[in-house]
Nanobody
Framework: QVQLVESGGGLVQAGGSLRLSCVASERTSSNYAMGWFRQVPGKERQFVGGINWSSGWTYYSDSGKGRFTISRDNAKNTLFMQMNCLKPGDTAIYYC?????????????????WGQGTQVTVSS
């Protein structure tokens, strides 16, 4: 069982930046993909971006493309997401997730492990 713990959320003004981190409780194998989703009340979790842990290949939804950058630190079992040029529409709870496959998927149902989430609030 992989446990994921996010940090780095907070309140930021529009145009600002935040860096989210997600520490995995055990070494993430090369056969894993990890990603970030976000959710606002009353809506489904939305895919933001993901990474093939082994190759470092990344894929982003339109909401994250060009502004968000996902990376990982193998030695520290840590996933990051640098978020720049934040907008009020980015306000959500952001979740770190992992799946027992190296293929990045965009559906939440495809992922096996989830963190508890971290709140990101962007003020106008």
């Amino acid at each position: 069982q992989v446990q994921l713990v996010e940090s780095g959320g907070g309140l930021v003004q529009a145009g600002g930046s935040l860096r989210l981190s997600c520490v995995a409780s055990e070494r993430t194998s090369s056969n894993y993909a990890m990603g970030w989703f976000r959710q606002v009340p009353g809506k489904e979790r939305q895919f933001v971006g993901g990474i093939n842990w082994s190759s470092g290949w990344t894929y982003y939804s339109d909401s994250g493309k060009g502004r968000f950058t996902i990376s990982r630190d193998n030695a520290k079992n840590t996933l990051f997401m640098q978020m720049n040029c934040l907008k009020p529409g980015d306000t959500a709870i952001y979740y770190c997730t992992a799946r027992r496959s190296a293929v990045v998927r965009t559906a939440a149902s495809e992922y096996d492990y989830w963190g508890q989430g971290t709140q990101v609030t962007v003020s106008s």
